[in-house]
């Protein structure tokens, strides 16, 4: 829904910069890890760990929207 979709694209502006732009990169636009890694002139590994951490970062941020949710 709209709102979930606000929420959602909120804490993603609240990402580091290289995290925000590898989680969009790959869960928005849709990119392999390995175009995402030539886009942002990384290895895939540091993909890997920018995803990881933004997904992480996402959770938290998210917390406050969803306490309800299980981890």
């Known amino acids: 829904n709209a709102e979930n ?24 636009e849709e990119l392999p890890q390995k175009e995402a890694a030539e886009v942002m002139q990384l290895s895939v590994k540091a993909i890997e760990s920018l995803l990881q951490r933004s997904k992480g970062n996402l959770r938290k941020h998210l917390e406050d929207f ?5 981890k």
């Open 66 to 70: 969803y306490p309800n949710r299980r």
């Open 5 to 28: 979709a606000k929420v959602l694209f909120s804490a993603i502006e609240l990402l580091p910069e290289q995290q925000k732009t590898a989680f969009i990169l790959c869960f928005i």
